[in-house]
């Protein structure tokens, strides 16, 4: 689409939502994507990270990059109750994609023997093209306390029985659903890729694995173990932190900085 813009002599931006680490342009591409978002208008992201890597990727400097946030589906005065601690209760909130979300690295994680005799529970919410592979995957490392629990309608039915968000993704941009678990007062475990490290801070808002693997999960799970009776304060952290950084409506606030460029469209 930003090509033909380009010839036809058609003004146009760019809204990229995800930049993976081993997708890695070929130079007939890449010649092209260098020419066409230098063009552009101006290139919206959705984290730093984002905005940094295709500059590597295609060896140019993105002048003309802004990032940008995406609406998201929780009111921002959402206000639910603590969960009950018996059990720590962890949730998984994306599609069953374990290229980009991880999840096999979750799950090596939690087949880890320490996790054994722990009270212990982590839903996976959302359906995918891997699904039955997953469950043969929790089988063999023998995750009893792993549930799936499909899609649901509202997130925050998520959030009323769960502690905390688990993504041991692979690729981000900025993933909405750290951002609503946030919102929700949750704190979250991330891997640092894409704009999760952005969004959390180690030891205040959730924890950060320093890389997408078993281990390095495993030890970010070992420090929500250790701190999980002050979960609660951190989850609030997470909240006051994403709420001074979130405009009152992302969409509203990016279709007004479109409109600098194309006033007639947005009308």
Known sequence: GGRRCLKLG????????????????KDDLADEAAEVMQSAE???????????LPSRQLGI?????????????????TDLPWPDETTLRIACVG????????LDILFQALAEPQWRDRPIKLSLFGVG???Q??????????????????????IETVWRDHHALVL??????MPLAAIEAMVCARPCVVTDVGGNAELVEHGFSGFVADKPSGPAFSRALE????????????GQNARRAIEDRLPLDPGSDLAERLQHFFPVACV
């Not at 997953?134 to 499909?150: I, K, M, P, T, W």
């Open 42 to 52: 101006r290139c919206f992201f959705v984290s730093q990270h984002n905005v940094e």
């Open 168 to 173: 041991a993704s692979r690729v981000e941009g």
């Open 129 to 131: 093209a891997c699904e």
């Open 61 to 77: 400097e993105l002048t003309n990059a802004e990032l940008a946030w995406n609406p998201f589906a929780v009111a921002r005065n």
């Open 223 to 234: 420090h929500l173990w250790a701190r999980r009776s002050n979960l609660e304060e951190m």
């Open 95 to 102: 599609r069953l994609d374990p290229r980009h979300k991880g």
């Open 10 to 25: 058609i003004p146009f931006c760019i809204i990229t939502q995800v930049v993976a680490e081993f997708y890695w342009p």
């Open 133 to 154: 592979s997953l469950r043969r995957l929790a089988d063999l490392y023998q995750l009893s306390d792993v549930h799936f629990s499909g899609q649901v309608r509202h």
